[in-house]
């Protein structure tokens, strides 16, 4: 459903994607993995819209995104939930839920929707009508995935959703993931946090200053060696 | 004494609701655009002026002059954005320099059209009503509560209506709000468009109670952005709030000291109020 196709992005003269190329299918888990500035959220920003390519392609449920709006990627199903959480702060849980479903045309169903994520996250609905930035990280965390799921997506980009929170809460989010997935969900996910991504990613592709280096499946490559003794400590 | 008093403070609120429409102005402007548009007061003339020439010269009924010269404003609003500031969005200084640069040539437009003589508004509703001795003009009234409506009906639009919402949370961190599919460029220009429209509305209802000039904005522009930062940049109801204590500290202070340093009052009011909360009074709301 998503085909990248040698994509080339840079900062200035700075490159910072040389020409890499991916695929992922419907329904499933695919995660980046790689140091920190290897790409891997600019990957992801690419993908949403948010920074320009210098060429490559990209195409999205068979339409061809490179030139088209964030806002326009959203329509077509492409959903970006951005590293740091980035929720609305001065607005509550439910007006952040809310503005998740605002590019949708059936805005009556909106509130079923709500529902829906509040059951998948029930201590969003005890926070309804609290300050989103009044909450914990791993509770915005939370948000900012619902807020994601509000805009019914077909593809989410997740960036780095682990940052910055307890191991428990890393776990449940490992298992949210798996859940989306089985409804149907593809989930492409950047992490710095191998264990984590490798545990609940069908595939993974680890990028490396720029370059895919090596890809296959998840758990096959939890074992390989180089693998083992760059990202996983061992 | 205390019906002076009383007198100065319901001026205040006044005065304060005026400053408070040309505050909301600049902080949505700012919230949405990063740029403080001193063109507002030019704005606010301009909408002064229209509304004099659809009532008095043309003879049209008072609010519908009004109404004209806000869609009026809105225009020019609207061509000024699409021709200039559309190139301004997030510099401060470029914008500065772009919006000082359209006091002049609106002020220079008008003194060439309507030379320096002031202009008066036949009365538009004349009468005063006397609460226990307290003498208020029926049109003051009026203008005031207009105001409110204004403000609290903004506020409401930013906090119950999908566009307003758009709004609040581009003003909070525009990149995720793209990300939610909010088409962002359209939304500047319209919040730009407002802002206008609103600093229209402010001098059309201005010209009802006071003579017009054409450098009459230039005051209000300054009292607006004093009191959208003594409220808090982003507020709408801290535009109003700050609009009404900055008009009461200089009605009241006007009472006790001499009123030539009226001006000087607000804004000894603004730094205290920054000492002790310098993110301003209403800060973290909507």
């Given at each position: 459903m998503l085909d990248v196709t040698d994509l080339n992005v840079s900062y200035g003269k700075q490159k910072v994607l040389r020409g890499i190329s991916f695929e992922l299918r419907q329904g499933e888990v695919v995660t980046l993995i790689g140091p920190n500035a290897a790409g891997k959220s600019t990957t992801l920003r690419t993908l949403a819209g948010l920074k320009r390519s210098d060429s490559g392609k990209i195409a999205f449920d068979g339409g061809d995104m490179a030139s088209i709006s964030t806002a326009e990627r959203v329509k077509c199903g492409l959903v970006l939930v951005p590293e740091g959480r980035?929720?609305?702060?001065?607005?509550?849980v439910h007006e952040n839920l809310l503005m998740g479903a605002y590019h949708r045309s059936d805005r009556d169903h909106v509130e079923d929707d709500i529902e829906r994520i509040f059951s998948m996250f029930p201590r969003l609905r005890e926070r309804?009508?609290?300050?989103?930035?009044?909450?914990s990280g791993g509770e915005q965390q939370m948000l900012a995935i619902g807020r994601g799921l509000m805009s019914r997506p077909k593809l989410m980009l997740l960036d780095?959703?682990?940052?910055?929170?307890a191991p428990i809460i890393i776990e449940e989010l490992g298992r949210i993931i798996r859940n989306l997935a089985k409804e149907g969900l593809a989930i492409l996910l950047a992490e710095q946090n191998a264990v984590m991504a490798l545990g609940c990613a069908d595939r993974a592709y680890v990028l490396q200053s720029g370059d895919i280096v090596t890809s296959g499946d998840a758990k096959r490559l939890s074992e390989a060696p180089e693998v083992k003794q760059m990202y996983l400590g061992a | 004494m205390s019906q002076l008093i009383i007198g100065q403070m319901l001026n205040g609120v006044i005065v304060g609701s005026l400053y408070g429409i040309i505050a909301l102005g600049v902080t949505l402007t700012f919230g949405l655009t990063g740029i403080v548009n001193f063109a507002l007061g030019a704005f606010m003339m301009l909408g002064a002026y229209t509304t004099w020439y659809f009532y008095d010269?043309?003879?049209?009924?008072y609010a519908l002059a009004v109404l004209g010269a806000v869609c009026a404003v809105s225009v020019v609003g609207y061509v000024s954005d699409r021709a200039l500031f559309q190139f301004t969005r997030g510099n401060l200084v470029n914008g500065l320099l772009v919006s000082i640069g359209m006091i002049s040539v609106f002020e220079a437009l008008v003194l060439a059209a309507f030379t320096t003589t002031p202009k008066d508004l036949t009365y538009v509703l004349p009468g005063a009503l006397n609460i226990a001795g307290i003498i208020l003009p029926k049109i003051k009234i009026v203008v005031c509560v207009v105001f409110l409506a204004v403000i609290f009906g903004t506020y409401l639009a930013l906090t119950r209506t999908w566009l307003g919402r758009a709004a609040f949370s581009y003003a909070q961190n525009p990149e995720a709000a793209a990300l939610m599919g909010v088409h962002t460029g359209r939304l500047q220009t319209i919040v730009v468009v407002y802002s206008t429209a609103l600093a229209g509305l402010g001098g059309g209802l201005y010209a009802s109670m006071y003579s017009i000039e054409p450098t009459i904005g230039s005051g209000y522009i300054l009292k607006a952005v004093e009191a959208a930062i003594l409220a808090g940049v982003g507020s709408v109801i801290g535009a109003l709030g700050g609009g009404i204590i900055l008009g009461i500290s200089e009605n009241i202070g006007s009472v006790f000291l001499p009123s030539a340093f009226r001006d000087a009052y607000g804004l000894v009011f603004l730094i205290a109020i920054l000492l002790v909360r310098p993110g301003g009074l209403f800060g973290d709301r909507p």
């Open positions: 980035q929720i609305f702060p001065r607005m509550s309804s009508t609290q300050r989103a930035g009044s909450m780095e959703p682990t940052l910055g929170l | 010269v043309l003879g049209l009924p």
